[in-house]
Antibody, heavy 115, light 107 residues
């Protein structure tokens, strides 16, 4: 059973860069797509983008100018960077397996954007 | 961008009753629709993929139907642990989008 675990700072200042890493255990990152999804407090889910293990990516146009998703197969990890954050980026960030159907999810990590 | 509209926003039922949740797409998504369950403080869990296929370990009381623009998630007989928020999501094109959710609460 694959497990995913998000890690990274829980507090980021406005205009700075949000950086999160997802560590995949219990299975290989190879041959799968991997996504990031976020959920502002008390609100619904928003797909951020996905990466294939080979490195090809697809981003939500609403975030495309600010988002980079990368993968490190040697560490069985993939990462999210979101630049120029504002309070609107405050959310629980989930890493998931899949590029369409999301069949495994990390527990999520709350990132608050505040000075 | 495909907009998914879920109804009702809130559904109040009792254990043992049948629940019917709806998801309507602004354009056809073929059968590329999934349903997720989310309990407070937890990550979403995949229930149904490609409109009607139960994910691994999902009880048979959960079923999905539909194609094109109209989809339904049915819970045949509600168990206490089924009261949660349910989201639909498509993978027909990019960007993937989610519905706004239906909260299933105990009556």
């Amino acid at each position: 059973q694959v497990q995913l675990q998000e890690s990274g700072p829980g507090l980021v200042k406005p205009s700075e860069t949000l950086s999160l890493t997802c560590t995949v255990s219990g299975g290989s990152i190879s041959n799968y797509y991997w996504s990031w999804v976020r959920q502002p407090p008390g609100k619904g889910l928003e797909w951020i983008g996905y990466i294939y293990y080979s490195g090809s990516t697809n981003y939500n146009p609403s975030l495309k100018s600010r988002v980079t998703i990368s993968v490190d197969t040697s560490k069985n990890q993939f990462s999210l960077k979101l630049i120029s954050v504002t309070a609107a980026d405050t959310a629980v960030y989930y890493c998931t397996r899949g590029g369409g159907t999301l069949d495994s999810w990390g527990q999520g990590t709350l990132v608050t954007v505040s000075s | 961008e495909i907009v998914l509209t879920q109804s009702p926003a809130t559904l109040s039922l009792s254990p043992g009753e049948r629940a019917t949740l709806s998801c309507r797409a602004s354009q056809s998504v073929s059968s590329y629709l999934a349903w997720y369950q989310q309990k407070p403080g937890q990550a979403p869990r995949l229930l149904i993929y490609d409109a009607s296929n139960r994910a691994t370990g999902i009880p048979a009381r959960f079923s999905g139907s539909g194609s094109g623009t109209d989809f339904t998630l049915t819970i045949s007989s509600l168990e206490p642990e089924d009261f949660a928020v349910y989201y639909c999501q498509h993978r027909s094109n990019s960007p993937r989008t989610f519905g706004q959710g239906t909260k299933l609460e105990i009556k």
